[in-house]
């Protein structure tokens, strides 16, 4: 089955879905225009097949597309972020030494 992203905003999180099932998320908070992103998983047996990447990638394409800020307190999505620079450009200047970006 194939798997979508979806904010759920009620729950301040994008989720990875496989039908009605949620197979990860990327919980944030929501400060003005910012999206503070603090955890991020997969569940296991869903690991290992690029599923919490193409989660956060969705994640900040929605923050792009909102102009918001993001400050990546989740390590995964502070990595993410690293090893994807393109995407360096959402968290704000100030920011980026204190999570070495």
Known sequence: ??????????????????GDEVIG????????DELDFVHTEVNPGHEGR???GRLVRSALD???????TV?????FVRD??????D???L???RLRPEFGL
Do not use: K
């Open 1 to 18: 089955m194939e798997s979508r992203v979806v904010d759920n905003a009620e729950r301040s999180r994008f989720e990875l879905r496989s």
């Open 25 to 32: 998320f990327a919980e944030y908070h929501v400060r003005g």
């Open 50 to 52: 690029g599923l919490g």
């Open 62 to 68: 929605t923050a792009r597309q909102r102009r918001a």
């Open 71 to 75: 400050v990546p307190h989740c390590t």
């Open 80 to 85: 993410w972020i690293g090893a994807h620079r």
């Open 87 to 89: 995407y360096l450009d």
């Open 91 to 93: 968290v704000p200047e």
